[in-house]
């Protein structure tokens, strides 16, 4: 890994989960990391559930836009973070893998979505551990 390194959290739709995680990551490693997010079927627009819950912890993704997973973006990558994505997730030898078992907030109440964000953040937050050592 260089210096800087370069984590793609990638999901199904890229619309909740990984958005979620890209927000954390930005949040808490600030500009030591490069934030990648995408989705092996990528939504129209993230969920507004997910929107308005990282909103409550001052975390602002409405910048983001889903985006389609491609195997240069995977291949580019030090550390691939997957939630859920399946057989759609290339596999490169070398790179760092990762599968966090979360629920899908699609769908979800504000309440749900709320606890996935705070499972997300305490996965992020080992993940800046172990990216610091």
């Excluded at 739709?13 to 990551?25: E, K, V």
């Excluded at 490069?34 to 990282?54: C, F, K, L, T, Y």
Aim: aromatic share 4%; net charge negative; with cysteine.
């Amino acid at each position: 890994m260089s210096s800087k390194p370069t984590v793609l959290f990638v999901c199904v739709h890229n619309a909740g989960r990984s958005q979620m995680a890209a927000g954390w990551l930005r949040h808490l490693a600030s500009d030591t990391v490069e934030v990648r997010s995408a989705g092996s079927e990528p939504a129209d627009h993230i969920n507004p559930v997910a929107v308005e819950a990282m909103r409550e912890v001052g975390i602002d993704i409405t910048s983001q836009s889903p985006a389609k997973l491609t195997w240069d973006t995977a291949e580019a990558s030090d550390v691939i973070i997957t939630m859920g994505c399946g057989d759609a997730c290339p596999v490169f030898p070398g790179k760092r893998y990762e599968d966090w078992k979360l629920t899908d907030p699609a769908g979800q109440p504000l309440d749900v979505v709320r606890q996935v964000r705070d499972d997300i953040r305490v996965q992020v937050q080992k993940l800046v551990d172990t990216l610091r050592t």
